[in-house]
Nanobody, 127 residues
Framework: VQLQASGGGLVQPGGSLTLSCEGS????????IGWFRQAPGKEREFVSC??????????YYADSVQGRFTISRDSAKNSASLQMNNLKPEDTAVYYC???????????????????WGQGTLVTVSS
């Protein structure tokens, strides 16, 4: 299982970015996909998760991003994305995508529940 995250960059407050997570070596439907982030000097925190199954699987969001971020998955492309709108300076962090086959892993919102990780992509929100 390999994951490749991309799409980070510099954006002004209020702007938007879409992060992508491309998978290889596994079938996306068989895995939950999670997004986590880590800001400088802080611990890694949960952002969003899409449970395993079809592209219409259950979605989970941290309170801090609810209503601004949207997770999606495309089984045909074996990829997932995180659409981020109305970005705030406090969203600045390195964002990671992760995958795991456990049915309940999204409900834990716990990074330690995910076995597979992509490299991070940096999102900087600044004017």
């Amino acid at each position: 299982v390999q994951l490749q995250a991309s799409g980070g960059g510099l954006v002004q407050p209020g702007g938007s970015l879409t992060l992508s997570c491309e998978g290889s070596g596994f079938t996306l439907e068989d895995y939950a996909i999670g997004w986590f982030r880590q800001a400088p000097g802080k611990e890694r925190e949960f952002v969003s998760c899409s449970s395993r199954g079809t592209d219409d699987g259950n979605e989970y969001y941290a309170d801090s991003v609810q209503g601004r971020f949207t997770i999606s998955r495309d089984s045909a492309k074996n990829s997932a994305s995180l659409q981020m709108n109305n970005l705030k300076p406090e969203d600045t962090a390195v964002y990671y995508c992760a995958a795991d086959s456990k049915f309940w892993v999204c409900e834990t919102a716990d990074s330690q529940g995910f076995d597979y990780w992509g490299q991070g992509t940096l999102v900087t929100v600044s004017s």
